[in-house]
């Protein structure tokens, strides 16, 4: 069974028993053989578009409902947990903390610059926005425009789609919250 099928199945079977209903009753709202629905929500058959199509209609949901994965109302991420990508040389690490998903359009890093080191960001997607949160240090931000100081406790908004790169001139580790609407961040090193 792909995840396809699996997502159906699963999603299948908790919203009808959300609905209060059992296979006979889906099977009448749908249009769809009550064997045929068994067998989705046990994983046991792969139904085709159209089938699919019977059930949305017949139950009034979405389609998105039906094949994605269920998102949990609260989720707790450990950071400690998430992969970490860290320059040859040490002196940058990266985290992704929320990846892009298509129910939200942003994207969240963490990321950490070792003193007196840099950072460069290169960002896909003509007029995305950026959003920088300063959680420990001072961030310099060099943009072909300038560069800004930002120090902790202190936010900034710049078009991710131009060439600009992060550094730590302090003595302490800089700590930086990046949100995105891009659905890759590119770093590379100075």
């Known amino acids: 069974m792909n995840q396809l099928d699996k997502n159906i199945a ?7 028993k959300s609905k209060n209903m059992s ?6 709202k ?3 053989s009550k064997s045929m629905l068994g067998q989705i929500e046990r994983g046991e058959s792969n139904p085709t578009v159209a089938t699919i ?24 991420i450990d ?3 998430l992969p970490l990508l860290q320059s040859e040389e040490g002196a940058y690490q ?7 998903d298509r129910r939200r359009n942003f994207e969240v890093y963490e990321m950490r610059i070792e003193p007196g080191e840099s950072c460069g960001c290169f960002l896909k ?14 961030l310099a931000l060099e943009t072909a425009e300038g560069t800004y100081e930002v120090a902790a406790n202190h936010a ?15 003595s302490q580790q800089l700590i930086l919250n990046l949100f995105t609407a891009c659905d890759r961040l590119l770093f590379t090193p100075f």
């Open 156 to 170: 900034i908004k710049l078009e991710a789609s131009k060439k600009h790169s992060y550094h730590n001139s302090g």
């Open 53 to 76: 199509a019977k059930i949305v209609d017949g139950i009034r949901i979405s389609f998105e409902d039906l094949i994605y994965p269920k998102q949990e109302s609260v989720l707790i």
């Open 10 to 16: 699963a999603n299948l079977k908790r919203i009808r």
């Open 125 to 138: 997607g003509e007029g995305d926005s950026e959003y920088i949160l300063v959680v420990q240090g001072v």
């Open 79 to 81: 950071n400690d947990k």
């Open 94 to 100: 990266v985290r992704l903390i929320f990846p892009y």
């Open 30 to 32: 749908t249009g769809v």
């Open 23 to 28: 296979l006979d009753v889906l099977a009448e």
